[in-house]
């Protein structure tokens, strides 16, 4: 048993030790207040989540302010802004949220449906992710989806995504994973070519060329790459995405510059051909992107599936990709 003198509880913990981490500890009303005006970026809009006034949800994070002895936020006009040691304080502050969340569900028994809130490319979603969520909603019926599509840079701080997907190469403060590489490659409907199969980069001058406005430098690029002779890079119809610009290529239209994700799909089923084996390798590929810290066990189900579909359709591209017999590819240097 434990000696009583030696200010031990039931627990074998030292009595004399409670208070003090206890007065480590913020109030916890006043952690709600903080994290709830973070996300929303005002106190207004917090307190309507929190059922409280906004005086008294300000009144909240000054006693944070003052507990910890640092400026959480810059008080704006019409909003907030969080100072850098505000910042760098909300991601932990989550993370302890989350695990006393998923605590109790566990010791509830609770079989509520957890949500997952998806943020990425609206081509990439319309052409890749949508077609397969049944896949992942078989397996994860527990999980509740929230699809939203944005190409604006990501920002998790206010809590309205646990993921996202995006087109670059570095995101800093994020762990990020790769979906697909960024290559490019010329496609087209083989009923346009008609029997007459383009043998070198520079027979594409005999077909229009199907451009993305806002990648213009794609085709130059992928024509300097690939040795091209005589093919005016610039020339052709515009589109606004890979999207349309594909739909055109399914048409007849011309060869499209293509991103795997968007012709994986027509790729298998032959509807687009890739008439060369070579592809430009640019810096910008497709990430799966989410906060640091504790990874919540819808972010790790759905990265866990993400990944391993995306594998599967670069396997599956790249066979149903492969050039016909007698098709160019560049010399290795």
């Not at 992942?136 to 920002?155: E, G, N």
């Not at 084996?277 to 990265?303: M, N, S």
Request: net charge neutral.
């Amino acid at each position: 048993m434990d000696d009583p003198a030696a200010g031990l509880d039931g627990r074998g913990t030292n009595r004399d030790d409670l208070p003090r981490r206890h007065r480590r500890l913020p109030p916890l009303n006043a952690l709600r207040a903080f994290e709830a005006a973070a996300r929303h970026g005002s106190f207004t809009r917090a307190a309507a989540e929190l059922l409280v006034t906004q005086t008294a949800v300000s009144h909240q994070v000054k006693i944070l302010e003052e507990f910890v002895g640092a400026r959480l936020f810059r008080r704006l006009h019409n909003s907030l802004e969080l100072t850098e040691r505000g910042a760098g304080y909300l991601p932990v502050l989550r993370e302890a949220f989350e695990r006393i969340a998923e605590a109790t569900d566990e010791l509830r028994g609770s079989a509520a449906p957890q949500a997952l809130s998806i943020s990425t490319l609206p081509n990439f979603a319309l052409r890749w992710l949508i077609p397969r969520l049944p896949r992942f909603r078989a397996l994860h019926p527990d999980i509740a989806l929230r699809l939203s599509t944005a190409d604006r840079t990501t920002d998790f701080m206010n809590g309205q995504m646990d993921v996202a997907v995006r087109l670059g190469n570095s995101w800093p403060g994020l762990r990020q994973a790769l979906l697909f590489p960024g290559e490019i490659f010329p496609v087209c409907s083989p009923d346009m070519l008609r029997g007459r199969l383009p043998t070198s980069p520079s027979d594409l001058a005999a077909w229009p060329l199907l451009h993305v406005s806002t990648s213009a430098e794609d085709w130059p690029a992928w024509l300097a790459a690939a040795g091209a002779e005589g093919v005016d890079g610039a020339a052709g119809m515009r589109f606004d995405s890979f999207a349309l610009a594909s739909e055109a290529a399914l048409q007849g239209m011309g060869f499209a510059m293509a991103r795997l994700p968007f012709v994986n799909e027509d790729l298998q089923a032959g509807r687009l051909i890739a008439p060369f084996e070579f592809r430009l390798d640019q810096e910008k590929a497709y990430y799966l992107l989410w906060p640091q810290g504790h990874v919540a066990r819808p972010v790790t189900r759905f990265r866990e599936w993400i990944l391993a579909e995306a594998a599967l359709s670069r396997g599956e591209a790249r066979c149903a990709a492969t050039p016909p017999n007698g098709s160019w590819a560049p010399r290795e240097q």
